[in-house]
């Protein structure tokens, strides 16, 4: 059964920091991205930044030299380093992982809230 455990979400007040983790366990297939999704309310679920398994980062520009995506192949784990949060940055955040066939799976989702 695949599992896909993120932790790291919380509240924050504007200019600080938090760091998403996501482990994903009972993978039967070969992970090519991993990465990380957001969701505002009343918003469409947009993609934050996801990696490959080659290296290769990609980010929304809205998190561009805030936020710094890595990943552990050997541990099946990505994290998103989050710096300067701004209130905008409010969502849940879902990690998801996908193979080059494109078989997706998602996490539950962990709540970010930045606010004074």
């Known amino acids: 059964q695949v599992q896909l455990v993120e932790s790291g979400g919380g509240l924050v007040q504007p200019g600080g920091s938090l760091r998403l983790s996501c482990a994903a366990s009972?993978?039967?297939?070969?992970?090519?991205?991993m990465g990380w999704y957001r969701q505002a309310p009343g918003k469409q679920r947009e993609l934050v930044a996801d990696?490959?398994?080659?290296?290769?980062?990609n980010y929304a520009e809205s998190v561009k030299g805030r936020f710094t995506i890595s990943r552990d192949n050997a541990k099946n784990t990505v994290y998103l380093q989050m710096n300067n949060l701004k209130p905008e940055d409010t969502a849940v955040y879902y990690c998801?992982?996908?193979?080059?066939?494109?078989?997706?799976?998602w996490g539950q989702g962990t709540q970010v809230t930045v606010s004074s």
């Open positions: 990696t490959t398994s080659g290296g290769s980062t």
């Open positions: 998801f992982v996908k193979s080059l066939i494109g078989t997706l799976r």
């Open positions: 009972g993978i039967t297939f070969n992970i090519n991205n």
